[in-house]
RNA sequence: GUGAUUGUAGCUCAGUUGGUUAGAGCAUUGGCUGGUGGUUCCAAGGGUCGUGGGUUCGAAUCCCAUCAUUCACCCCA
């Protein structure tokens, strides 16, 4: 038994799943546009050179390897096949490999087109991006990354900005969040005030994990770390800030005061908080020191976006990083930006059932076929019914009348023209309701300002 | 990469301590004169029970291997 099917990780998605996911792509495309933000594309596959190192060891071994074509064998000796190294092997006969993210493409397209650029560069990017991953829940192999990044600018009203656009998207599609907000300089204050600054990395990962594991498995991973006793405990207060946005700067003020690092992440947060309280927005913003956002490139803001009535991991990341561009050859090109997760956003909106009911509409009206002569009659008057907007279906053929109901039920198509003999002889069209079953006579025009006067 | 879990029809699942021809619901197709669907009734198609081996007179069922699935960890969106 050979059924079809497709790889571990990736999907299909239905004519329904594509309305959804196009009324989410559709509504994040028409903030970013309202904010100035121009769409990019790259391509689904870059050079191996471009993409390997940039994600850290793990992230190496997570990237998807293109076979070379041809005989690629030719060039590698005996000795490097006998050797059976994986990873040396693929190197000599893989140049190309899957996208990993839309970030480092990113930077590899604003230094390559450094000169055609006009700066600060507002971009977005909706295209999808491949890890060999072992998928598991709400984790595939394929799957779609909506970034927006400004670079070029280090103003800090660029991650207002960005607090307004995520705030603004999540309004429109009826979301209710908590969007966290933290500061890398302000990790680092604290690393070093606990004379722990080498062991940063370690010290946010632990942290960021403290809504799964509590504070005890914290501690654990921390002394499995090797941070001393001392730096633990001088961690934990901080860990358990509380009080509003301001208490919380106010006490780190105290606590960093010997960090001219730490202080500087403290005013750039409060700035940011400042700001905003001038364009109000609807979502709970909230100062989240144990954000850290796994991968360690952020150097100042850190974002994140979590939904408040659904348990579900968090649903927008991102922060700024200095020197994007660096790894590349161009330096001093400082990014801010963010990534929504499609994926997730669509099983939120799904649990909650949030989607408008016009978004998921397709066919508006089907006109019924009874045979050649009808069919003669209805081709002039359904091209009319398009001119005026209306998306219109004709079945193919003379079925029967079970089957082509059925059709415009399954598709939930809302109204059935039938037009056979006796509408014929009027000139007139018997318009069906699908959802309440009532029949009119209508005239072409009449039919027209129907659906025009619905909307 | 580590640790578990589950593989029976297109989908969701039954299947007794191992016993003849493996079932149900939904879906699909057809029928109840080709002018009415979403909700009736009747019928049909569709499975070498993931694959390979073993134990047995006999395996969907027990054992081994293998592949696949799902979940958790690592890491991440």
């Not at 370690?202 to 991973?221: C, F, M, P, Y």
């Not at 006490?251 to 400042?274: C, P, R």
Request: hydrophobic residues 40%.
């Amino acid at each position: 038994m050979q059924k079809p099917s497709i790889p571990k990780g990736t999907r299909d998605f239905s004519p329904v799943e594509m309305a959804k996911r196009n009324y989410i792509f559709n509504t994040i495309r028409e903030v970013f546009h309202l904010y100035g933000f121009q769409q990019i594309e790259t391509p689904a596959m870059e050079n191996l050179s471009t993409l390997m190192g940039k994600y850290g060891e793990e992230g190496d071994k997570l990237l998807f390897k293109i076979l070379n074509s041809g005989d690629y064998f030719s060039d590698v000796s005996d000795a490097e096949l006998t050797e059976r190294n994986t990873t040396r092997l693929a190197a000599r006969i893989c140049e190309k490999g899957l996208r990993y993210d839309l970030t480092v493409p990113f930077a590899r397209f604003v230094v390559q087109h450094r000169n055609e650029i006009t700066f600060p560069f507002k971009r977005y990017q909706i295209q999808p991006v491949w890890r060999a991953d072992r998928p598991q829940k709400g984790r595939y192999r394929e799957f779609f990354q909506c970034d927006a990044d400004v670079v070029g600018s280090d103003s800090l009203m660029n991650e207002v900005e960005l607090v307004q656009i995520m705030d603004e998207v999540f309004r429109r599609f009826g979301i209710r969040v908590c969007i966290k907000i933290n500061n890398r300089k302000i990790l680092s204050g604290i690393a070093e005030v606990i004379g722990e600054a080498d062991k940063i990395v370690d010290i946010t990962v632990a942290i960021d994990k403290l809504d799964k594991i509590g504070l005890e498995g914290v501690n654990n991973e921390l002394r499995s770390k090797e941070i001393s006793e001392k730096a633990i405990r001088q961690l934990q207060p901080i860990i358990l800030l509380e009080g509003s946005n301001e208490e919380k700067l106010q006490q780190l003020k105290q606590v960093l005061g010997g960090s001219a690092i730490g202080l500087k992440g403290i005013e750039e947060v409060g700035y940011v908080l400042e700001r905003i309280k001038l364009t109000p927005i609807q979502a709970e913003l909230e100062l989240d020191l144990t954000l850290a956002r796994g991968l360690n490139y952020y150097t100042g803001a850190i974002f994140e976006v979590k939904a408040l009535d659904v348990q579900i991991g968090s649903i927008t990341g991102g922060g700024r990083y200095d020197n994007l561009t660096g790894v590349f050859g161009m330096e001093g090109v400082s990014g801010v930006g963010f990534s929504f997760g499609a994926d997730r956003i669509f099983d939120v909106l799904n649990q909650l059932e949030l989607y408008p009911a016009d978004s998921l509409l397709t066919t508006q009206l089907l006109f019924v076929n009874f045979g050649e002569k009808e069919e003669a009659w209805m081709l002039p008057v359904i091209s009319k019914v398009r001119a005026a907007g209306i998306r219109t279906e004709l079945f193919p053929e003379a079925a029967k009348m079970k089957k082509q109901m059925g059709y415009a039920d399954a598709k939930h198509i809302p109204f059935v023209a039938i037009v056979g003999e006796s509408e014929m002889e009027q000139g007139k069209i018997n318009l069906k309701n699908m959802l309440t079953g009532e029949q009119t006579l209508v005239a072409v025009e009449e039919l027209i300002e129907r659906f025009q006067s619905d909307k």
